[in-house]
């Protein structure tokens, strides 16, 4: 099974900054992505960020500019650098990572339980 630990959820003014951090491990033979949600109250969960393997990135469109996503292939980490946060930002942040267990041959999804993101003053 892969597991994902997520950190760095935390209460921050407007303006500030915060960095997630995720962690896969397990029986993991690859990772094609590795990817953040979000989830805010009464709202769909939505993308905010993705890496695929090749370091491809992708970002919604509200977080562009202020987001940041990275990856360490070797260490299956993914973090999410978050400035310039805005009170809209508050939400649940989950991490999805894409990966391929080992003695499987097709790709699944994985999902971290979610850390809590609140920016108020």
């Known amino acids: 099974q892969v597991q994902l630990v997520e950190s760095g959820g935390d209460l921050v003014q407007p303006g500030g900054s915060l960095r997630l951090s995720c962690a896969a491990s397990?029986?993991?033979?690859?990772?094609?992505?590795m990817a953040w949600y979000r989830q805010a109250p009464g709202k769909q969960r939505e993308l905010v960020a993705a890496?695929?393997?090749?370091?491809?990135?992708d970002y919604a469109d509200s977080v562009k500019g202020r987001f940041t996503i990275s990856s360490d292939n070797a260490k299956n980490t993914v973090d999410l650098q978050m400035n310039s946060l805005k009170p809209e930002d508050t939400a649940v942040y989950y991490c999805n990572v894409r990966a391929r267990r080992k003695s499987y041959s097709s790709y699944s999804n994985y999902w971290g339980q979610g850390t809590q993101v609140t920016v108020s003053s």
């Open positions: 397990g029986s993991i033979f690859s990772i094609s992505t």
């Open positions: 890496i695929s393997s090749g370091s491809t990135t």
